[in-house]
């Protein structure tokens, strides 16, 4: 088998000018063989062991023949670290090494792969003790899809559109919500805004499933506020474990279109987004209207006084509830700690400053003032179109 001239997943032509550890935005590098050989070089050399010709014409011949090659334990282990390590978007990066494996690639079933999921959840959980973790499944090839889990995240909460267009729950939820409906899923008899939605997985050769999430494998946080004894009023809360399931492992010869990996949340995340942003729970209006009913009247930034409050309620939750968490200036500083620490290891940083700087105080963080590579580099966790709206 001749090696490609495009890239098997996206089509991308390949050209010969392209470095094997840098991809298109598909996730594809310019040379497969030339990928993996590249990252089992450096998985050599960060390991501190010599380069090994045997193990790289091996994986050559299996890319070859069959689109991927089959990684050993320690590096599958390395490539979900090295993964994290090259997250553009990811602003707590100073901790990739800390990321622990589970490796399902033998699971072939739904069930399994369910089971493997609520594992995943009660082991990164971790009583509120968050601990990043990764679960890998089985890999893909151009001709040997791989399986899915169509969930954005392995938990989030139900969107349910009323005929006049509003909507109880998470506005970005409402399509998929609706598809699980259809495929069966029957939503609890009272609802709420904070449903949480069972998980929809697909393997090779069958239809998508679904399948309830226990609800004593998520942690809740019910948010109050630290002098806002009416926040409690809101009746808010959010799960503990961001545990995003929706995007493909490319690590340079072997893709992972199921690999569902978590740590902690920053606050903004939750306060600035999930509850903040006007096309999802668009709380500022209800916080500021509590503040002070002249508020949005009076004041041109009643949106950053209620984006305040609303973030300082929830850290002030989950830290109450003693479950990990970080400030936004923490983060800040730990990533900037992070690219200090990479640059004296002689490695490059790829960054996307529209991600890694906080939606609240920009300018204030240390992050804002400075530029970063674009450019993807493998291995990498890599956005799909979204499969499940």
């Not at 490319?250 to 999930?274: C, D, H, K, L, Q």
């Not at 992070?338 to 490695?347: D, M, P, S, T, V």
Request: proline residues 10%; glycine residues 6%; contains cysteine.
């Amino acid at each position: 088998m001749n090696i490609p001239t495009q890239c098997p997943f996206s089509g991308r032509p390949l050209t010969p000018d392209d470095s094997p550890l840098l991809a298109d935005e598909a996730g594809c590098p310019a040379d497969p063989v030339e990928a993996a050989g590249a990252f089992l070089d450096q998985f050599a050399r960060e390991n501190n062991t010599a380069p090994d010709p045997a193990r790289r014409k091996e994986a050559a011949e299996e890319i070859r023949q069959h689109g991927f090659y089959n990684q050993t334990p320690a590096e599958l282990a390395f490539a979900c670290r090295l993964a994290w390590r090259n997250s553009r978007r990811c602003i707590g990066r100073r901790f990739w090494e800390t990321l622990e494996v589970a490796d399902a690639r033998d699971i072939t079933t739904a069930e399994g792969i369910f089971e493997a999921c609520v594992a995943h959840l009660r082991r990164s959980t971790n009583g509120g003790r968050i601990q990043p973790l990764i679960t890998v499944f089985a890999p893909s090839g151009p001709d040997a899809p791989g399986p899915r889990i169509h969930n954005y995240q392995l938990i989030r909460y139900a969107g349910y559109r009323a005929a006049d267009g509003t909507v109880l729950g998470d506005p970005a939820e409402t399509n998929f919500t609706a598809r699980l409906i259809e495929a069966g899923w029957t939503p609890p008899q009272t609802r709420s805004a904070f449903d949480l939605l069972p998980l929809l997985i697909e393997v090779p050769g069958e239809k998508p499933r679904f399948f309830p999430v226990p609800p004593d494998a998520v942690l809740e946080v019910p948010i109050t506020h630290p002098t806002l004894p009416w926040f409690a009023d809101l009746r808010l809360q959010w799960h503990a474990l961001p545990a995003v399931s929706n995007l493909t492992l490319m690590t340079g010869g072997a893709r992972y279109t199921a690999a569902p990996f978590s740590g902690y949340y920053m606050v903004t995340e939750i306060a600035a987004r999930n509850f903040g942003d006007p096309y999802r729970y668009n709380l500022l209006p209800i916080v500021a209207d509590r503040l002070d009913p002249q508020l949005r009247a009076h004041d041109p930034f009643w949106r950053d006084r209620a984006l305040v409050e609303l973030t300082a309620a929830v850290l002030h939750s989950f830290r109450r509830a003693g479950v990990t968490m970080v400030d936004h200036h923490t983060a800040s500083r730990q990533f900037m700690d992070h690219l200090e620490k990479e640059k004296a290891a002689g490695r490059p940083v790829p960054g996307d400053w529209s991600w890694l700087v906080p939606p609240i105080s920009g300018s204030a963080s240390p992050v804002f003032h400075r530029a970063y590579d674009p450019r993807r580099r493998l291995p990498d966790f890599v956005s799909e179109a979204r499969r499940n709206g």
